[in-house]
């Protein structure tokens, strides 16, 4: 296996459309990372320049501690999973898994020991014999798994390898794909646009926006502690609600008010350890941001931090259900054990919990507490 180093990499396309813009990342030596972010967000792009496949505008590129800026893809030793599986139509299981060797003049016994180790691993050994157009899309693509795994390369690459399978089967090869990487203890780079795949698959995960890289952290590291409002809004599921509003000092505390000064239908007080980087605020323009848990029907009032708003809408989700809100200026969404369809068109008042309240820059997005 091998580390991957991104330097100061560019992708400009004709007409200066820059797509990859100064990406800098460093991939450990058997470390599974996801490249996440919307369409057009240079995610694929990054990917397929490490795999040889777009050439590299500006910047560097190391595998195995080797500068492969000009060396061409088919001698990088890394292998491509697309999100098409591109299976040789006309081959079985057991010619596709084994067309890479034997193009390499791989020995007969070793492509047919590498071929059936993959499969035993994949779970397709009865497959062999099987052409592509008589598998489930979730066997086609552990086929093009497998035809990866054959090779023993120093790195993985993913490009949205579950976006044409439904939802069931993309959860069971989501579990898959993690433990293979755990079985072979090998380097992986994974780009989709899920964000539950990238939170339940990676050992970090690369936001991306625009070209630019927004955050990198550990899935749980991204989700409590977001650099800005694009990575809070974009991880999670449901995402962040946010309000727009005003810092204001008033009864000895900082408080957070919905709106402009006057109005708004809530001002929340802040929690005394956010008050100090909160405090050069004060008369400016914020936005305030808050997970669903962590607002939610009241149980003990504490009017310093609560939210009235009307339930517009609710969905059952088995294990909890989600209310749909409006304060009047915004609308967001909460989550509460109870399904009580009485409650729609209701006013009701929510509790907050300010400690795990999420303050961001009107002006850039950043995120104003560490």
């Known amino acids: 296996m091998a580390k991957v180093i991104l330097e100061?990499?560019?992708?400009?396309?004709?007409?200066?459309?820059?797509a990859v813009n100064d990406v800098c990342l460093e991939i450990a030596d058997?470390?599974?990372?996801?490249?996440?972010?919307?369409?057009?967000?240079?995610?694929?792009?990054?990917?397929r320049m490490v795999?040889?496949?777009?050439?590299?505008?500006?910047?560097?590129?190391?595998?195995?501690?080797?500068?492969?800026n000009d060396v061409p893809s088919k001698n990088r030793n890394i292998a491509m999973v697309f999100q098409n599986y591109a299976l040789y139509p006309h081959l079985n299981v057991y010619a596709n898994m084994a067309l890479g060797l034997q193009l390499r003049r791989y020995p007969r016994t070793e492509i047919e020991s590498?071929?059936?180790?993959?499969?035993?691993?994949?779970?397709?050994?009865?497959?062999?014999?099987?052409?592509?157009?008589e598998l489930s899309g979730g066997q086609r693509q552990r086929v093009a798994v497998g035809r990866a795994i054959v090779r023993k390369p120093k790195a993985f690459l993913f490009?949205?390898?579950?976006?044409?399978?439904?939802?069931?089967?993309r959860v069971q090869m989501r579990a898959e794909i993690s433990k293979l990487h755990t079985r072979l203890e090998s380097t992986m780079i994974y780009v989709t646009h899920d964000q539950?795949?990238?939170?339940t698959m990676g050992d970090r995960i690369v936001v991306m926006k625009d070209g630019l890289i927004q955050q990198v952290d550990d899935p749980l590291a991204l989700y409590h502690h977001p650099a800005n409002r694009f990575v809070a809004g974009f991880i999670g599921s449901p995402p962040m609600n946010f309000f727009d509003g005003i810092i204001?000092?008033?009864?000895?505390?900082?408080?957070?008010?919905?709106?402009?000064?006057g109005k708004g239908t809530f001002s929340i007080r802040v929690d005394e350890g956010q008050a100090g980087k909160l405090s050069r605020f004060i008369g400016k323009k914020i936005i305030f941001g808050v997970r669903v848990e962590d607002v939610r029907q009241i149980h003990v009032s504490d009017p310093e931090h609560e939210i009235m708003a009307k339930v517009e809408v609710m969905e059952p989700m088995g294990s909890e259900v989600l209310l749909y809100l409006n304060t009047g200026l915004h609308s967001f969404v909460s989550c509460s054990e109870t399904y009580d369809k009485t409650l729609i068109n209701r006013q009701i008042t929510l509790a907050v919990d300010v400690r795990k309240a999420h303050f961001f820059d009107h002006a850039d997005g950043q995120s104003i507490i560490e």
């Open 114 to 133: 590498r071929v059936k180790k993959a499969s035993e691993i994949l779970g397709i050994s009865k497959l062999l014999s099987r052409l592509p157009k």
């Open 8 to 18: 100061h990499l560019f992708k400009i396309f004709a007409g200066d459309v820059i």
């Open 196 to 199: 539950t795949e990238a939170m």
């Open 159 to 169: 490009d949205e390898p579950l976006s044409n399978l439904d939802a069931q089967m």
């Open 248 to 261: 204001e000092q008033k009864n000895g505390g900082i408080y957070f008010r919905e709106g402009d000064v």
């Open 51 to 68: 795999a040889g496949l777009e050439d590299i505008s500006k910047g560097n590129i190391y595998i195995d501690g080797i500068k492969v």
């Open 30 to 47: 058997r470390e599974f990372v996801v490249l996440v972010g919307p369409s057009g967000c240079g995610k694929s792009t990054t990917l």
